[in-house]
């Protein structure tokens, strides 16, 4: 199970900035699941809220 939360949005995305991000975001959840791609760090391990700034997790794992 994933959650994102985006800091200063509604329930929705309202910037581009964080609609590109939930599209890559969503892109490599359907990647994964439906066609094997490998999953990036932030579905496996997650980002803490401590590093949201300092990382994006978008980078598959090996």
């Given at each position: 199970?994933?959650?994102?939360?985006?800091?200063?949005?509604?329930?929705?995305?309202?910037?581009?900035?964080?609609q590109?991000?939930?599209?890559?975001?969503?892109?490599?959840?359907?990647?994964?699941?439906?066609?094997?791609?490998?999953?990036?760090?932030?579905?496996?391990?997650?980002?803490?809220?401590?590093r949201?700034?300092?990382?994006?997790?978008?980078?598959?794992?090996?």
């Open positions: 199970m994933s959650m994102l939360n985006y800091n200063g949005q509604p329930h929705w995305v309202t910037t581009k900035a964080t590109r991000d939930y599209a890559t975001r969503m892109q490599q959840f359907f990647d994964h699941y439906l066609k094997g791609e490998r999953a990036p760090r932030w579905m496996l391990e997650g980002i803490p809220a401590t949201k700034a300092q990382t994006l997790g978008l980078v598959p794992v090996d």
